[in-house]
C-alpha cells in the first residue's frame, strides 16, 4: 500500500488492533445467525507527509448505506456545539439571505437547521440515505451522493458554488483525501471559507486513544498532514481552533491560496508545537501499540474482578469508538450483560462482533447494574448527568480510555 496523500510507500506500523466488523455495523436478531464478515484494522504512517492512515480493506459504500445508525441529533451537547458554531460563523464572515452554505457530511440536519432559521440558503451533502432522509423531512435540501472532486465540478456548472463549505467530522472518513479536497477547492467561491473539524492526531498520541480508530476513519489527522494536503489542491489554511470535542479536535480555516487573509499566530503555534512532540519523526509513534495493549489490560482485569465478585457491569452509548476497543479486547456479553443507547436507531440491535444487546435507557433502572461502563468517554459528563438516577441503588461510572479511570459515587436525587 502507498500513501493516499503523497504515494510513498508506507513500510511502518501504527498500531494493529487485529480483526473487527465495521464499528457501524449493527446487528439484528436474525444477523446473529450469518456469518460477520471481519477486515483487518491496521494502521500506518507515513514517513514522508507524516498522515497517519488505515490500510485498505473496506469501500466507503459499504460503510455508508443505508443502514448507517449515526444520528449527530442524539448527542444534546454535539447540537449545542453545532449552533454555537453557526452563531459564530455567521458573524465572523458576515453570512447572509444572499449567501451560500454546503456543508459535506450533514448527517441528519443536526447542523444546516441552524442556516436555516437564519434564512441563510444551504446545501446538504450526505451519503448515507437514513440520515439524509432525517435531513430532508426537516427542509434541508440533500444530495444524496459521496462527495468527490466529480460532484464538485457538477456544482460550479450550475452555478452552486459556496461562500462557506462545512465539514464536521469528515475529512478523516474520506478514503480518497486529495480528490475530496480538490472538490472543495472548485465548490468555494472566490474569496470563501471552508471549515473542518476533525480530532487532532496530537490529542490520539498523547492520551493514547486507540479506540477512535476504525474503519469508516481512513486517515488521522495533524495540522502539517493537512497543511499539507491542502497546499497540493491550491487552499491554504490561514486559521486553527483547538476544541474539547470528540478528546480533542482541530477546526482548520482554509481559503484559496490567493486569498489576502494572513495565516494566523494560532496556525504557526499549532505546527510549531506539533514539531516539538516531534510528530514529524516516527518516533511519537512507536510505543503506541504497547500503551493500547496495557489499556485492554487493565480493562479486561477490571470486568473479569466484577464478574468473580458478582456484580452486574452494562455499558452506555452504541459508539463507534466503543465497538473498537470490545473487539480489540474481546469482550463478550458475559462480562457486559447489555448497552444502552439514546439512538432509537440503534435501540433493538446487537454490537457488531461483541453481540451485546442495545438498550433504551432505561433499562439501567430496571436492571440497576453495579457498574455503567461509559463507552464515549468524549462525553463522560454529559451521560452522568442524564443517567444521575443510578445514585439511587449505587451504581457507579467508569471510563476505560486514556486510563481505567472509576468516578465518585453521584449524589442521590433529592
Known amino acids: 500500500m502507498k500513501c493516499r496523500h503523497c504515494n510513498a510507500p508506507l513500510e511502518h506500523m501504527f498500531v494493529d488492533l487485529g480483526f473487527a466488523p465495521p464499528s457501524n455495523a449493527y446487528l439484528s ?8 464478515i471481519y477486515y483487518p484494522l491496521r494502521v500506518r504512517v507515513c514517513d514522508r507527509c507524516f498522515l497517519v492512515q488505515t490500510e485498505d480493506y473496506t469501500k466507503a459504500g459499504d ?3 443505508s443502514q448507517y445508525a449515526y444520528f449527530s441529533s442524539t448527542s444534546a451537547g454535539w447540537v449545542a456545539h453545532a449552533a ?4 459564530e460563523i455567521i458573524k465572523q464572515l458576515s453570512i447572509g439571505p444572499d449567501s451560500m452554505v454546503i456543508e459535506i457530511a450533514c448527517n441528519d440536519g443536526y447542523l444546516l437547521k441552524e442556516f436555516i432559521k437564519a434564512n441563510i440558503p444551504c446545501l446538504g ?21 459521496f462527495f468527490c472532486e466529480k460532484l464538485g465540478l457538477e456544482l460550479e456548472s450550475r452555478g452552486r458554488q459556496a461562500d462557506l463549505i462545512v465539514g464536521n467530522n469528515v475529512f478523516a472518513h474520506v478514503p480518497d483525501i486529495n480528490d475530496f479536497t480538490r472538490g472543495m477547492k472548485i465548490v468555494l467561491k472566490k474569496g470563501g471559507t471552508i ?3 476533525f480530532p487532532h492526531l ?9 479506540d477512535t480508530i476504525y474503519h469508516e476513519h481512513y486517515s488521522y489527522l495533524s495540522l502539517y498532514a493537512v497543511n499539507r494536503i491542502f497546499s497540493a489542491a491550491g487552499l491554504r489554511v490561514f486559521d486553527a ?18 486569498d489576502i487573509r494572513p495565516v494566523s499566530d494560532r496556525v504557526n503555534q499549532l505546527l510549531h508545537e506539533e514539531q516539538i512532540r516531534g510528530m514529524h519523526t516516527l518516533e511519537p509513534y512507536r510505543h503506541f501499540q504497547e500503551r493500547a495493549g496495557r489499556i485492554k489490560d487493565d480493562l479486561l482485569k477490571f470486568l473479569i474482578a466484577q464478574k468473580q465478585d458478582g456484580k452486574k457491569v452494562a455499558a452506555y452509548g452504541a459508539a463507534a469508538k ?23 436507531s440503534k435501540q433493538g440491535q446487537y454490537l457488531p462482533g461483541s453481540h451485546i444487546p442495545i438498550c433504551h435507557p432505561n433499562k439501567l433502572s430496571k436492571e440497576k447494574p453495579d457498574w455503567i461502563l461509559m463507552l464515549p468517554w468524549n462525553i463522560a459528563e454529559e451521560i452522568m448527568v442524564q443517567q444521575k438516577q443510578a445514585a439511587d441503588w449505587g451504581g457507579r461510572f467508569v471510563t476505560a480510555v486514556p486510563e481505567l479511570t472509576v468516578f465518585p459515587l453521584p449524589e442521590k436525587k433529592r
Not at 241 to 255: A, D, F, I, M
Not at 326 to 332: E, H, P, R, S
Open 29 to 36: 436478531q436474525d444477523d446473529l445467525r450469518k456469518p460477520e
Open 63 to 65: 460503510l455508508f448505506n
Open 84 to 87: 454555537r458554531f453557526v452563531q
Open 125 to 145: 451533502i450526505e451519503p448515507s440515505k437514513s440520515t439524509a432522509l432525517a435531513a430532508q423531512k426537516i427542509g434541508i435540501p440533500v444530495l444524496t451522493q
Open 195 to 197: 471549515t473542518l473539524e
Open 202 to 210: 496530537m490529542r490520539l498520541l498523547e492520551f493514547c486513544q486507540f
Open 241 to 258: 481552533k483547538e476544541l474539547p470535542t470528540h478528546g480533542g479536535s482541530l477546526r482548520v480555516y482554509g481559503c484559496h491560496d490567493d
Open 322 to 344: 466503543g465497538n473498537t476497543l470490545l473487539n480489540y479486547a474481546g469482550i463478550k456479553p458475559d462480562l457486559i450483560e447489555f448497552v444502552c443507547d439514546a439512538a432509537p
